[in-house]
């Protein structure tokens, strides 16, 4: 038999899909600069559709949070402000659900969207520091992250920051290499961007100028257009929002120093060591599968061996130390700044404003020149992520059911607010045979009935501060309806207050809701409701 009869075999032979065909291809689609872009992007695209889905599944027995149903409240009209935050979160929220449907999957998706944005621009900001193959594997790592995945299913002030603050480094980077009047128009629009998000962005802004004071080449910065111009930009183009601001009574600030402000140091120390404890454990997820992924990616498994092969002396090409350092001196001052100012001004720190806080921890990590990434570890670190985002796509509806059935089906997170939102708009209908325009409660209460309802009412908080959407005038003017939740002693009592003050020509009701999900029932909840027909 010739040997040409076994040619289409060998052939084929060679062409069989191997780890290290597959790894050597993912690479080098990594490193080119063609393929490079589409690559990360098509990777942001997969990880927000895999994971919205995996949301989906895993909230099932959940309606959205309280904070996504109030975005979405903000995004009814394109306002400067809202109440308590600058506008961004409300805008994207509005745009979103003009395009999509006012449902739980596109409240996932929305918050998917946000952080597969942010895993793109932390790409970019990547290049201008490390080369292409740290680059890819930072993108993995942060991907890792749990803000980027279950974490972060919640859309909402502190998710979006994800969105400008990634944007806001990269102009940074761009503007302390360029040095011109361009790179500083484009960091002064970045930092108002960061601004219309939220004022904690503060921190970061704050950590980008102190880069720029403590960084060796500072005076070349200090000495070019490019600072200057970017503080003019960022005035001017916060000028509206100043303007709203001032003629509001600086209200947001105000709401922040009575809810965020303590009399308590014991409290305020315990509150800061939970701050830091928590974002430490979320932030150990990417650190060490990456270390694994490094580990793994190496060719062979002594411990010695591998090690050297990721951690070693000499020049290393793949690092741009000058702004390597910008990365370590802005993620250093964000991660210690704010517990500090909370000890300073005895402040509540909520976990959740570590959120868009640490996107450049794993940047941090791989600009380190020492560290070492073999070409194999980035297909390491990308199977780790696959079969982590697999594995939790088949368990999330068990782990839904297991939820629903332990002890947090007694939780507020099981409260049947969609199931109320439908009941009081047919309530509505049938007695006034006109749309649910206002809705009047504890804010946890009123935004999902703005979400679930089909009507979308405005709502109005009872004792706080006004979103701008509505006033109390045109709410008793329109009509409404008020909701008071009789199982929470500490809320009724002012909520009764409230409604015998604004609602003392209202129908009163009762009514109660309670879920099922998996064969397992959820809280009963009793609501006390007020109808109050619209103005004759």
């Known amino acids: 038999m010739s040997t040409a009869s076994y040619l289409p075999a060998a052939s084929r032979a060679r062409r069989r899909p191997t780890v290290r065909r597959l790894a050597a291809w993912l690479a080098s689609r990594a490193v080119d600069p063609r393929t490079g872009v589409w690559l990360v992007i098509g990777f942001a695209l997969i990880h927000a559709v895999l994971w919205t889905l ?21 995004g009814q009209r394109f306002l400067l402000g809202y109440g308590k935050h600058p506008p961004l979160s409300g805008w994207i929220a509005g745009v979103w659900f003009r395009i999509f449907p006012v449902t739980n999957w596109s409240a996932y998706a929305l918050a998917m969207t946000t952080v597969s944005f942010a895993l793109v621009a932390c790409w970019l900001i990547a290049l201008r520091v490390v080369d292409r193959r740290r680059a890819f594997f930072m993108v993995v790592m942060l991907a890792l992250y749990p803000i980027f995945n279950f974490k972060g299913f919640k859309y909402n002030a502190d998710l979006v920051q994800l969105v400008p603050l990634p944007l806001l480094v990269l102009a940074y980077l761009n503007a302390f290499e360029k040095r011109n009047v361009k790179s500083g128009l484009w960091l002064g629009f970045a930092s108002a961007l960061a601004l219309m998000t939220k004022y904690w962005v503060v921190t970061v802004i704050g950590a980008v100028g102190l880069a720029a004071l403590i960084h060796p080449q500072r005076l070349a910065f200090l000495r070019s257009p490019a600072p200057w111009v970017a503080i003019g930009t960022m005035i001017v ?14 209200t947001p600030f105000t709401y922040a ?146 939820e629903m059935a332990s002890s947090h089906n007694g939780a507020s997170t099981y409260f049947a607010r969609s199931e109320l939102a439908r009941e009081l708009t047919g309530t509505w209908h049938s007695k006034f045979h006109s749309r649910w325009a206002v809705v009047a409660a504890r804010t946890d209460i009123s935004e999902p009935m703005t979400f679930y309802s089909p009507d979308h009412p405005a709502a109005i908080t009872p ?57 397992h029932p959820g809280p009963l909840t009793v609501w006390k409701v007020y109808l109050v027909p619209p103005a004759k």
């Open 54 to 74: 995996i949301l989906v599944k895993l909230k099932a027995a959940q309606d959205v949070h309280m904070d996504v149903a109030e975005a979405y409240a903000w």
């Open 463 to 519: 004792n706080e501060v006004s979103s701008g959407l509505i006033s109390l005038d045109d709410a008793k003017r329109l009509g409404f309806i008020g909701v008071c939740d009789t199982t929470d002693p500490i809320f009724l009592k002012p909520c009764e207050a409230w409604m015998a003050e604004h609602a003392r020509d209202a129908e009163p009701l009762v009514m109660t809701t309670q879920r099922f999900f998996g064969g």
């Open 237 to 250: 183009a916060m000028l509206p929002h100043l303007v709203w601001l001032e003629e509001v009574s600086f």
């Open 257 to 402: 120093g009575d809810v965020y402000s303590l009399s308590s140091r014991a409290l305020n120390v315990q509150l800061v060591i939970g701050y830091i404890g928590h974002n430490l454990a979320l932030l150990a997820a990417p650190v060490l599968l990456g270390l694994l992924a490094l580990s793994l990616g190496s060719s062979t498994w002594r411990p010695a061996a591998a090690l050297a092969r990721i951690w070693s002396r000499g020049p290393n090409p793949g690092v741009n130390l000058a702004q390597a350092l910008n990365v370590w001196i802005i993620q250093a001052i964000v991660a210690i700044g704010p517990p500090l100012g909370a000890l300073a001004f005895t402040v509540y720190i909520k976990t959740d404003w570590g959120i868009p806080l640490f996107f450049l921890v794993p940047l941090a990590l791989v600009a380190i020149p020492r560290v070492r990434v073999p070409l194999m570890a980035l297909f390491t670190i990308t199977a780790i992520w696959l079969v982590i985002t697999i594995v939790m796509l088949f368990a999330a509806p068990s782990i839904a059911r297991q």
